[in-house]
């Protein structure tokens, strides 16, 4: 039988190896989705326990922005510098969801930390000039961020340089004569410091993570868009329970004047409460310790705190964002 657009799976692509798989397992183990593999390590197609009709692609990193890029994968998760390097007016291919809180890093320009005149863009834009007129060539960067480079280049008006592109340590490059600065991505900058280098005060290009991306090519059929729904449902319900904590008291005084105070202030929502004044709110995690104390202020003897698995809500914000993406003609 010839399948059909409604009994096409929905492909979600992640990491096959190291430690970006195993972030982006236990990312989706926290909501409750658990990636299987079959048949071990070695098993490059996967399934997400008790949902049927969800295929997990466990890829390279680069076959995972390619397979995002031209709809091959309904979602998958990647840094956001190799979506922007790689796809081509990326904002109109595909949405970036939610940042997932790991894999980050940022792309930065470094100079040598000779160059104690040069702290800034402008600056590198002097020095360019000097060095074409003294040398008679441009001054070289060596990245392996070809596009990014260019754009933040052109954006910052820095046009007398070439870009030698580096397929080894480009950290490297200036020490070795191969270039003069480079473009390259850092952590902590301690490798750029090993090498005599350093960020210019203005020279981040981009602060990246692994973020959980759709594509908005791929064949967003019914059936596909409700495992979206359902899988975004539970990162939301997770990502949710994760910034909130429940907080619970007991309050003689309890009307909707104080339950509107709390809100205003804490962004506290109201879960319950009981004639005999009990009272059990949901709050930013951020908020609870100010809160408890309006709470004792308030005539409350004691304060619980308890933290959520889930925060499951009739509204999707994750799925909302996806489906304002995606072509209205496609809608179910």
């Not at 408890?292 to 999707?316: C, K, M, P, R």
């Amino acid at each position: 039988m010839n399948e059909t657009a409604s009994e096409r799976p929905f492909v979600l692509a992640v990491p096959s190896k190291g430690r970006l798989q195993e972030n982006a397992a236990a990312f989706f183990a926290r909501a409750g989705l658990e990636l299987v593999q079959s048949r071990g390590s070695r098993d490059y197609r996967g399934a997400l326990a008790g949902m049927a009709n969800v295929e997990i692609a466990f890829l390279s990193a680069s076959d995972i922005v390619a397979q995002l890029a031209h709809g091959g994968a309904h979602m998958g998760v990647t840094g956001e510098d190799l979506i922007r390097e790689t796809i081509p007016d990326a904002d109109a291919k595909v949405a970036l969801l939610t940042p997932l809180g790991f894999g980050g890093a940022n792309v930065v320009v470094a100079a040598p930390q000779a160059w104690i005149d040069v702290k800034t863009m402008a600056d590198l834009e002097d020095v360019a000039a000097a060095f074409r007129a003294r040398r008679g060539q441009r001054m070289r960067v060596a990245t392996k961020y070809v596009n990014l480079t260019r754009r933040f280049f052109a954006q910052r008006h820095v046009s007398d340089y070439r870009i030698v592109e580096s397929s080894g340590a480009t950290e490297g490059a200036p020490a070795a004569g191969q270039a003069e600065l480079i473009v390259d991505i850092t952590t902590t900058g301690s490798t750029l410091l090993a090498n005599a280098l350093k960020i210019l005060d203005d020279g981040v290009i981009l602060r990246s993570q692994a973020n959980l991306v759709a594509s908005l090519h791929a064949d967003w059929t019914p059936g596909t868009r409700e495992s979206a729904r359902v899988i975004l449902s539970r990162i939301a319900a997770e990502e949710e329970a994760r910034m909130t904590r429940e907080v619970s008291t007991v309050l003689a005084r309890l009307d909707d004047d104080l339950l509107a105070e709390a809100e205003a202030a804490f962004c506290a929502r109201l879960r319950s409460h009981a004639g005999d004044g009990r009272l059990t709110l949901n709050c930013p995690k951020d908020r609870v310790a100010p809160l408890a104390d309006w709470l004792i202020a308030q005539g409350a003897e004691h304060v619980a705190v308890a933290a959520l698995d889930y925060v499951f809500s009739a509204a999707n914000p994750l799925y909302e964002k996806l489906i304002a993406r995606l072509p209205k003609t496609a809608s179910p």
